[in-house]
């Protein structure tokens, strides 16, 4: 064979083969639904939070921030905590440096603000907002799962208005043991 009939058929096999790896690795719009956050904006995650009296979950994230990828992928992907999530509360993501303006109790801000509102100080930060609107946390930093998880359960469940955090996941890290 010759140099050019190898190279045109390298050609016309590499986007083949890499159509058919595509269709292969993909899952069913099911399991896609299933195995995904229903992310909102923020004015629209405010106002759902409200109407299903959920707490809101902020993820307050830049496009350019490792960190923000890794709690995507590794805690938001991981499946107790998504299921979690799913039925006690409404996720909204907002990148600060988008120029998007937003309405928030009878007023408007940019993103930037936004951050600033919420004591942003790093990327990701969580915020972690009642049915009512009113700010009950931020994290500024990646959590592991395991502690998102029990974060999730203290707000969602408001044990924070029983007893103090450290007491509420000692609880639960004895009881996830037994």
Same mark, same amino acid.
């Given at each position: ?18 159509? %058919?790896?595509?269709?292969?690795? %993909? ?7 299933? %195995? ?8 629209? *995650? ?30 938001? *992907? ?43 100080? *790093? ?6 907002? %009642?049915?009512? *609107? ?45």
């Amino acid at each position: 064979m010759n140099r050019k009939t190898l190279l045109l058929a390298l050609c016309l096999l590499i986007p083949l083969l890499a159509f %058919s790896f595509r269709v292969s690795s %993909s899952v069913s719009k099911d399991e896609q639904a299933d %195995s995904e956050i229903a992310w909102k904006d923020f004015e629209e *995650g405010v106002a759902l939070s409200a109407k299903e009296k959920k707490m809101l979950v902020i993820d307050i994230y830049t496009d350019w921030c490792h960190w923000c990828k890794v709690m995507d992928k590794d805690t938001y *992907g991981n499946k107790d905590v998504r299921e979690y999530m799913q039925k006690h509360a409404i996720f909204a993501k907002l990148n600060p440096e988008k120029p998007q303006k937003y309405k928030f109790k009878g007023a408007e801000y940019s993103g930037e603000e936004l951050s600033r509102l919420f004591g942003v100080t *790093g990327f990701p930060t969580t915020a972690f907002m %009642s049915a009512k *609107g009113e700010l009950l946390t931020t994290i500024s930093s990646f959590i592991p799962p395991e502690k998102f998880r029990i974060i999730l359960e203290y707000l969602a469940e408001n044990w924070y208005e029983k007893m103090k955090f450290d007491e509420f996941e000692k609880k639960q890290t004895k009881r996830n043991k037994n």
